[in-house]
């Protein structure tokens, strides 16, 4: 299976959420091997990864690519081979910066595409801006995408309504572009720990004698396991529906 998390606008989560799907129970237990990977020259899942080769962190599963060349041919190949070693591959896609080409040619590739975007006017329309256009491109060379494009809502207040949430993109969205049956809450303690290297789960295991974090932690990860199940259910889907 092939995941892609994109945004044309900047902070709304993606490597946040690449990094900690992948290494979610729902995923690990599901898929034998999984490729986590960065398309964005920004490296930040690059940087993120280095701390944990300093740190001698075990991988598990989980292994590591950064692609960012702006030569088409050594992009598309380089999705290819590693698409063609693991059984689940999550890419990190930005927007802008490497290109619409390489933003089109990833999505296209995926089996399932996760948008993750706030409840603001200003990310709503810089989708529609930037990242729908590119989507209806695909969609019109390859209709079989149709039905793979999904919004997560993000930053939501951590008591939001989910209905309320998905009712809200549903009303909004182009009828493409679907809204995925879940949220990402925004939660103080990806502060905690995103820039050290580690994932959710390692953060939980340092935590663990402070009950203030533990509770924090547990509901991170309650989400990011939802998300991921709801994810998976999104690719068969798409799969059957293939
Ligand atoms: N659910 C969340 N709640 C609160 N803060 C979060 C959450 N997810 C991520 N963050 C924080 O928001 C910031 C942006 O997250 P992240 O880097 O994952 O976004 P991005 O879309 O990959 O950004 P970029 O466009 O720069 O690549 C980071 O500081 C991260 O720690
Ligand atoms: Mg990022």
Known sequence: MIIGFVQTKGGTGKSTLAVNTAFSETMNRRFSSIALVE??????????????????????KVSFHHISSTQKEVFQQGIKSISDYNELMIMDIPGESTGKLHTRFACAFCDVVIIPMRMSTNDESAFMNNLYPIIKEIIRAVPEKNGQFHVLPAFTHPLANLRHCYDYFKDILPPQIACLPAVFPARTV?????????????????VASNKKYTQQVAKAREDIERISQTIISMGEKCDDNR
């Open 39 to 60: 398309l964005d020259p920004q490296g930040t899942l690059k940087g993120w990864w280095e701390e944990r080769d300093e740190m001698d962190l075990d991988p598990g």
């Open 190 to 206: 990806y502060e905690n720990f995103n820039r050290k290297g580690f994932n959710l789960n390692e953060y939980a295991k340092l």
